[in-house]
């Protein structure tokens, strides 16, 4: 049984961090479950990426690391971007500070053949916190 390729979910998952969500959001299950959210569905992606949008122009991600192990995928990238916005809730009363931002992230995705059906995340929202808030 071969399971989805470790590189075209770390492609997709890229790809969504720079805002086209198409390419992860074909390879998921209709519930795929997000334990990050605790929802099942595409819709709360739909969601996080506006929160994307709105928050980070000019992005750019880099992928430090995609591994499988067994059904899981694990993806470590780095998000750059500049800060324009507070769309995420814990960026809220935040003014643009336009600074560019580093924001590391570690994703797990369990898959089957086809679909991903299952996430996991350890993202470094302090340093983002720190970057924004920090003196000019």
């Known amino acids: 049984m071969a399971l989805l390729d470790k590189d075209l979910v770390a492609s997709a998952h890229a790809a969504y961090l ?16 997000d334990n990050v959210s605790q929802q099942s569905g595409k819709a709360v992606w739909l969601v996080v990426l506006d929160w994307l949008e709105q928050s980070f122009a000019e992005t750019s991600v880099e992928v430090n690391l995609a591994a499988a192990d067994g059904d899981r995928v694990i993806t470590w990238l780095t998000l ?36 991903v059906v299952e996430h996991w995340a350890v993202r470094d929202d302090l340093r983002v916190l720190e970057a924004i808030d920090a003196p000019a």
């Open 80 to 115: 750059t971007g500049t800060h324009v916005g507070s769309g995420f809730p814990w960026l809220r009363g935040r003014p643009p500070s336009n600074r560019r931002i580093t924001w590391r992230q570690v994703h797990i995705f369990r898959v089957t053949e086809t679909q």
């Open 18 to 33: 720079r805002g086209d969500g198409e390419p992860l959001l074909a390879l998921m299950d209709d519930d795929m479950y």
